[in-house]
């Protein structure tokens, strides 16, 4: 099984919960195979810190944030990806 960028930030980067058992090897092929995500990987603690030092100094967030967000992501990750011999 192939991992999306998108996926693989919901269930290593970013997770809910703990990944299925079943996934890992998945999560664990795209993390190998893409400099992209692992970057993100490596760099998102430091870039969660910093949002939530900033919080006082932003408006609230309005309605449709995230799904703004997610679709931002995944326009830089197909814009990467098309640059890039790794497309997953």
Same mark, same amino acid.
């Not at 967000?69 to 640059?83: D, I, K, P, Y």
């Given at each position: ?9 919901? @269930? *290593? ?7 299925? /058992? ?5 999560? #664990?092929?795209?993390? =190998? ?16 810190? @910093? *949002? ?7 408006? /609230? ?5 995230? #799904?703004?967000?997610? =679709? ?17």
């Amino acid at each position: 099984m192939s991992l999306r960028h998108e996926e693989f930030f919901a @269930l *290593a980067i970013d997770p809910d919960e703990a990944p299925d /058992p079943g996934l890992v090897p998945a999560i #664990e092929e795209h993390r =190998a195979s893409c400099a992209e995500c692992r970057e993100l990987e490596r760099d998102y603690a430091s870039l969660v810190k @910093l *949002a939530k030092s900033m919080w006082f100094r932003l408006p /609230p967030v309005s309605p449709g944030h995230k #799904e703004r967000v997610m =679709a931002a992501a995944r326009e830089v990750f197909a814009q990467g990806s098309r640059g890039s011999s790794a497309t997953t």
